[in-house]
Nanobody
């Protein structure tokens, strides 16, 4: 059994920053990919960023240069540093962890960018 728990969401003004954290625990041998998705009201879930265990990172175009994904493999934790936030970044952010053939998801953390 694997548990995935996100934290760090909240309300921030446009131009501000937030840092999301996600920790995986339980029966973990090796994590392949850790990443973040988001879903805004009335919209489909979309990939935000992923980090492979080889150290590669990929981002959706709209967050490139503003968001940074990083991970601490010793702690089975992934972070998403979000800078220069825009109202269109408002969404529920979900962490996902790929272990072998399975993907595990957290319950999400709300990020609201508003003045």
């Amino acid at each position: 059994q694997v548990q995935v728990v996100e934290s760090g969401g909240g309300l921030v003004q446009p131009g501000g920053s937030l840092r999301l954290s996600c920790a995986a625990s339980g029966s973990i041998f090796s994590i392949n990919v850790m990443g973040w998705d988001r879903q805004a009201p009335g919209k489909e879930r979309e990939l935000v960023a992923i980090s492979t265990n080889g150290g590669n990172a990929n981002y959706r175009d709209s967050v490139k240069g503003r968001f940074t994904i990083s991970r601490d493999n010793a702690k089975n934790t992934v972070y998403l540093q979000m800078d220069s936030l825009k109202p269109e970044d408002t969404a529920v952010y979900y962490c996902n962890v790929q272990i072998g053939l399975y993907t595990y998801w957290g319950q999400g953390t709300q990020v609201t960018v508003s003045s």
